[in-house]
């Protein structure tokens, strides 16, 4: 059984900065491209940022493009996300996932070629 399991979503300020974890059981994550998507209230899920199984080849939306940054940790197993100046419109419920293609150098922000997705961590940016 595969579990996707996310977490380091809170309040944060704006400017400020948040590390999101996308965790695994079941599932080796190093073998596999990662996905971090969020949806917001009343708005469709959007890829935010993915990295490939190599780790070479990362990709950002315009939208974060030089705040956030996705790595893996190979010391805690985790995929993670650090959000640096967060802004209110980052505000969404975050998401890691993945389209379960072994050893793919490449990733997908394409949310309906995901195969296993993690429940979420909410994220809130307000002063």
């Known amino acids: 059984q595969v579990h996707f399991v996310e977490s380091g979503g809170n309040l944060a300020q704006p400017g400020g900065s948040l590390r999101l974890s996308c965790a695994a059981s079941g599932f080796t994550l190093d073998e596999y491209a990662i996905t971090w998507f969020r949806q917001a209230p009343g708005k469709e899920r959007e890829g935010v940022s993915c990295?490939?199984?190599?780790?070479?080849?990362?990709f950002y939306a315009e939208s974060v493009k030089g705040r956030f940054t996705i790595s893996r940790n190979y010391a805690t197993n985790t995929v993670d996300l650090q959000m640096n100046s967060p802004q209110p419109e980052d505000t969404a419920i975050y998401y890691c996932a993945t389209d379960r293609n072994v050893g793919a150098p490449f990733c997908s922000i394409v949310p309906a070629s995901m195969v296993y997705w993690g429940q979420g961590t909410p994220v809130t940016v307000s002063s």
């Open positions: 990295i490939g199984s190599t780790s070479q080849n990362t």
